[in-house]
């Protein structure tokens, strides 16, 4: 690992810890062996309660390389009941598809995971459809000004995670 990368996620943790910011979690994910793996962070992001995730909590992983932070983590949401995030920026493997985390656009080493975190919570609450990565959710959302349909769908998926039935079988 290099010791850059390892230094900064260190430090993030650490910075994190110290300030606990309201509505979000991040801590290492745990090896087979019970080791902590500061490469790999399971995360989650508290919703607004009269938002369309109505104040669930949506998890994700990020996995950070060897080049962070040169290079953005890769982000995935977790899977909710086996299916992803029903929104338009949340590619169908549960990748999210934002430009804070494309290298080639809005990256920058001097972002921190609780900035990450403040970007996907606006995105969940705020699709962007000038980048769409699911098609169908796409669809549904630029289909009637107020996205009703959309709003439903995610209501729904919103009600599995807080009924605590979401994530099962997720590590």
Known sequence: ???LAAKRLHQERVNFKKKRPFG????????KDGSQNMMKWRCGVKTEDDGPWKGATVELTMEFSEDYPGRPPKVMLCLI???AAFHPNIY??????????NEDKDWRPTLTVTGLLTGIKDLLHNPNPDSPAQEEA???YIKEPKHDEWLKKVEQQAEAIKSGKAYEGVE
């Open 1 to 3: 690992m290099s010791s």
């Open 24 to 31: 979000f979690f991040a801590r290492y994910t745990t090896n």
């Open 81 to 83: 009941e086996g299916k």
């Open 92 to 101: 169908p493997s549960g990748a999210v598809c934002l430009s804070i985390l």
């Open 138 to 140: 796409f669809k549904v």
